[in-house]
């Protein structure tokens, strides 16, 4: 096999029914909050929950092919580790991945669910990789790598093809890059269906491993990143070529803009996307004028996201929009009083989402309390209506970002 469109289009023949073929969903809400014909692939629903499912398969059949004994091994932050070990299980091959240690502790888990040997080491996939090669020879493993190997890119390259297959006339279709094998790919098969599409990649600011290598620049590669998926430090060898040829531009973005576009996929369009894939909403949020008008498709390449993370983006995202306040609220510490807060609260349209009765931690009188609680409403004017009602029964209220905790 060649990387090339025919390639692609034999790989779709041998993954169908082995795959899901995901949906394209035309994000209305969201498209018009960012001034665009906005158009979503839904890799976040095929199976193990990431685009990846689709280059492993192909791999471990090759390798099933080729060495039909041998186990395998692949170093991965979490969606190849899952699509590995769910395509290997299914062809009765044992399993070793090697996962950094900030790996999330769902992917973790769900990798050894699926039959995995995991092995954490290192704080990112690069750092895995010498690793890796010294475990494959040692113990006679076949390794699946996560992006420069060619059955690999040629799988995912089948996700260009039922987009564009679906939403032809796009006129820009944006693709997060890791270590590039997703849109490599998908680069080949969208210019061979329609030339004249532009195809961006994004990449964390924290990791522009490939925009480095394109501009000739040499930005820092480090940090906490939430989209883990795609933090990758040294760019693939056989991908970047084909980056270089197919892909018109590169976007960096940022990490408060990339949990705010997992907030706006689950607000606008109920779609749950891990950091990785929302960074593509990203790039057109940072980028609203470039994109404006215009008919644009992004990957969600993968949904797997720790609830917990999830639960705090969204919450925080409230506290942004302004629908989420903590106040802090002086009282006499008689009976009665939090029952009059509550009901204050309430007729005011507001519901209390924590509290805390503070008696002994702040330079208060022995007979005076504060109160903190954490309080949820309809928009930001509908806080600001709840703490002037509080203030009118006679509460002294501040906003605790408004004040010295």
Known sequence: MQLEFESISAAAQILNGNIKNTPTIQANKLGKKLNCDLFLKLECLQLTSSFKARGAYL????????????????????????AVAFHAQKA??????????????????????????????????????????????QNDLTLIHPYDDLNVILGQGTVGLEFVNSVFDLDYL????????????ISIAAK????????????????????NLRNGTNLTCDGDTIADGIAVKVPGVVTAPIINKYVDDIILVDEISIEKSISDLFEDERVISEGAGA??????????KFFENKRVGTVICGGNIDSRIFAGILNKQLSRDGKMARIRIDITDEPGMLARIAET???????????????????????KAKIDAVIEAQNANSIAEIIKCLKNSGF???RINESSK
């Open 396 to 398: 002294n209220v501040i």
């Open 174 to 185: 944006v693709v997060p890059i890791g270590g590039g094998g997703l849109i490599s790919g």
């Open 279 to 288: 960074t593509g909403i990203a790039a057109i949020r940072e980028n609203i």
């Open 345 to 367: 609260i309430s007729e005011s349209g507001g519901n209390i989402i924590e509290v805390f009765h503070q008696r002994m931690f702040h330079d208060v009188p022995i007979k």
């Open 59 to 82: 791999a471990i059949r090759n390798a099933k092919i080729n060495h039909p004994d041998q186990g395998l091994i692949a170093m991965s932050a979490g969606n190849h580790a899952q």
């Open 92 to 137: 009765n091959l044992s399993a070793t991945i090697v996962m950094p240690e900030q790996a999330p502790f769902s992917k973790v888990a769900r990798t050894k669910d699926l039959g995995a040997e995991v092995i954490l080491r290192g704080r990112t996939l690069n750092e895995t990789t010498s690793f890796v090669s010294y475990l494959a020879k």
């Open 192 to 211: 061979a269906l329609n030339p004249k599409i532009k195809v961006i990649g994004v990449e964390t600011r924290l990791f522009p491993s490939m925009y």
